[in-house]
């Protein structure tokens, strides 16, 4: 292992247990390390594009304003999470729990949303063009879905 693989891993270790300045390491700081249920983290204005975070807890987390351009979401839990005006082109939502989940002026441009249940999200002023969705992609009642890009 070269030298500087083992000093990220012992910042990493290091931030995981005290955090920046010897405080609780941050949400951030827990997501780089690895851990993947963060339920009610706080990653506001965090730019998290193209992470992997598929299957992780996020359910009640912020990422208000957060870049989540193709972020993986697969089977994750973001139910009642707070997305508003995130950004999640080319995201992947395939499965993800997202129940009563606040998506007002996020950008959905280009997500697959394949499989995932909308049906209770706040959707006004979202971006959803050409998305990719099938028959499993639940919409809020009464919302005017985008034709689907399959």
């Not at 998290?48 to 304003?65: E, K, P, V």
């Not at 080319?90 to 049906?119: E, F, H, K, Y």
Request: glycine fraction near 10%; charged fraction near 20%; hydrophobic fraction near 40%.
């Amino acid at each position: 292992m070269d030298p500087s693989t083992i000093r990220r891993a012992l910042l990493l270790s290091a931030l995981t247990v005290t955090g920046a300045c010897g405080s609780p390491p941050t949400d951030h700081e827990r997501l780089l390390s690895g851990e993947r249920n963060l339920p009610a983290g706080y990653f506001a204005g965090a730019n998290l594009s193209g992470a992997d975070l598929s299957r992780a807890d996020f359910s009640r987390a912020d990422f208000t304003s957060a870049n989540l351009s193709r972020v993986s979401f697969t089977s994750a839990n973001l139910s009642s999470a707070t997305l508003t005006g995130a950004t999640l082109a080319g995201a992947t939502l395939r499965g993800a729990v997202i129940g009563v989940t606040n998506l007002t002026d996020a950008d959905l441009r280009g997500a697959d949303l394949r499989g995932a249940d909308l049906s209770s999200a706040d959707l006004r002023g979202a971006l959803v063009g050409l998305v990719r969705c099938d028959a499993t992609t639940g919409w809020p009642p009464g919302f005017d879905a985008p034709p689907c890009e399959r």
